[in-house]
């Protein structure tokens, strides 16, 4: 497995609540991604990052927001957490930009449960 | 708009029998298309890419651009194939992958 580790691996708190999630790698890659997957949607994106402190907008990425401070961390932040951001969020990392194989390597995920 | 459609939320099959998970897309120039697989307590993982018209553990896809579809097959299904799967594009100046809604393949003795 690539060398993607997520935390926490399961929160629940409450409405209105701050969360962050965190990605770490050790792969060095340069693109990251958060993904949420939830029953009848499949995955969906909400943030990517193609480099240090450049981010981007995904396809739901309202009531999220994403830092990347150095290579290896990604985080996501719910400013304030409501119910329909219960899911499971994945995050995923790139080596390759638009000239590579695309492919994605995943994390564990991340169970996050809002009250 | 990029778009990727599976219509079966679950495909059962016997152990044996022909199988076929299928996808369709939108997207206006040259797409590049993928499937993703996840078992059971697993990380989503690349299953193949339509770029290296490979062959991973007996499955296969074409990409018919007529059609805009890229239908994953494999002949003989086995029990170890039951997973979920999904179907990804990644089209235009950008380096994300849009996913599907996911096949949940289920493979009964």
């Known amino acids: 497995d690539a060398g993607i580790t997520q935390s926490p691996r399961h929160k629940v708190t409450e409405t209105g609540t701050p969360v962050t999630l965190r990605c770490h790698q050790t792969?060095?890659?340069?693109?990251m991604y958060w993904y949420r997957q939830d029953p009848g949607h499949g995955l969906r994106l909400i943030h990517y990052?193609?480099?240090?402190?450049?981010?981007d907008k995904g396809e739901v990425s309202d009531g999220y927001s994403v830092s990347r401070s150095k290579t290896e961390d990604f985080l996501l932040t719910l400013e304030s957490a409501t119910s329909s951001q219960t899911s499971v969020y994945f995050c995923?990392?790139?080596?390759?930009?638009?000239?590579?194989?695309?492919?994605?390597?995943f994390g564990e995920g991340s169970r996050l449960t809002v009250l | 708009a990029q778009r990727v459609t599976q219509p079966e939320k679950l495909l059962s099959v016997f152990k044996g029998a022909p199988v076929e998970l299928k996808c369709n897309y939108s997207?206006?120039?040259?797409?590049?298309l993928f499937w993703y697989v996840q078992y059971s307590r697993q990380r989503l993982q690349l299953l193949l890419r339509?770029?290296s018209r490979e062959s991973i553990k007996g499955f296969t896809a074409d990409l018919n651009k007529g059609e805009t579809s890229f239908h994953l097959k494999k002949p003989f299904a086995q029990e170890e194939d039951s997973a979920m799967y999904y179907c990804a594009l990644r089209g235009g100046a950008t380096n994300k992958l849009i996913f599907g809604t996911g096949t949940l393949l289920a493979v009964q003795p």
């Open positions: 339509h770029i």
């Open positions: 792969e060095n890659h340069r693109y």
């Open positions: 995923a990392i790139s080596e390759s930009g638009l000239a590579g194989p695309g492919e994605l390597f």
């Open positions: 997207y206006s120039g040259s797409p590049e």
């Open positions: 990052s193609y480099g240090v402190k450049d981010t």
